[in-house]
Every structure is written in C-alpha cells, then in structure tokens.
C-alpha cells in the first residue's frame, strides 16, 4: 500500500498555494509548492488506510468492490437488476455475475417484479442485511491515527475540511477512484 511521506521530508514553501500569495500564470503547476504536499499526504493517509483488504477478509467476497456496492445499495430496500447497475457503476452482464455470485452465497434473492413478470427485483437476505452492515460500518469507521487525535485538532481538521468542501462544491480536478453507493 502506498504510504503517506512523513512531514519532515515534504517540501517547504510556505506560500506556495495559498490564494493570497499572488500567484500567477507564471507560478509553478498545480500540485507544487505546501499544496501539493498537503494533498499528498492527505491522499496518501486515505489510500494506506483504505477497508478494501478488511472487507474482503471480513465478508469473504473476493477481490473487486462490485459484490459490497451491491450489498449497500440494497441496504435501502429492493432494486431492479438494471438499478443496482446502475448504483454500482457496472454494465447489465457484470451485474448479473455479481447478484449470481450474491445468490449463490445465500446474500440476496431475485423474485419476479410484481408489475413486469419478465423483470426480476433483487433484495437482501437476513444474510445479506447482515453483510451489508457489517459492510458500512467497516467504511464508515475511522481509522485509528484519526480517532487517536485530540478533540482540538479533530474539530479543526473538520472546520478546514469543512471549508475545502464548501469551496470545491461541484467542482472536480480528479476522477473518483472508488464510489459506493448510499442510499
């Protein structure tokens, strides 16, 4: 897993990305200079901390994020084959393959849909509630070098987080690598 370089070997520019620093067409590219450090770091301590090993161990699913999108976006209640494709990003052939595999290990059931009898529903088991619990809260735990902070430091890493969503709000430079759906 890539971890995040320690702090002290980061680079020090103490304006370099800060909007009040004048910065113009001439400044170095994005990605330089305290900002891209910062960035660096806060990507890299989410990807060494990322549940995807725990989840596979935890639910004994296999490799891939396919089969626990499945089982969260079913948390909600009963879906159509073509809507749970649809919430875990994959085409009608590879969603069929992960509800199958589903099935087959007791996580959900396909019954006929009550308006078209062509269409199948896809619902959760008593199983399949519980492995999609098990699930979220696995994704949703914080790591422990984040519950380990101060409360001083956690409201403020908050506050600064809080303000970086506020200002990128419909704004992406970078594809998203992962997604689970939440219903």
Avoid: C
């Amino acid at each position: 897993m890539n971890q995040p370089r320690p702090p002290s070997s980061a680079p020090r520019h103490p304006d370099a990305g800060d909007a009040s620093s004048g910065e113009s067409a001439g400044d170095p590219p994005a990605g330089s200079g305290l900002a891209g450090s910062v960035w660096e770091l806060m990507s890299g301590f989410v990807r060494s901390h990322d549940p995807s090993d725990e989840l596979r161990h935890t639910l004994g699913l296999g490799r891939g994020t396919g089969r626990v999108k499945a089982l969260i976006s079913l948390a909600g209640g009963p879906l159509s084959l073509a809507q749970v494709a649809q919430a875990i990003g994959a085409d009608a052939s590879y969603t069929t393959i992960i509800v199958n595999e589903l099935q087959a290990l007791g996580l959900l059931s396909r019954t006929p849909d009550a308006r078209d009898r062509r269409k199948k529903t896809v619902k959760l088991t008593a199983d399949g509630r519980e492995a999609s619990r098990k699930a979220q809260a696995i994704i949703v735990r914080p790591p422990s070098p984040l519950r380990d902070l101060p409360p001083a430091d956690l409201l403020r890493l908050q506050e600064i987080l809080g303000q970086l969503s506020t200002r990128g709000a419909g704004q992406r430079d970078h594809p998203r690598e992962y997604r689970l759906s939440r219903r």
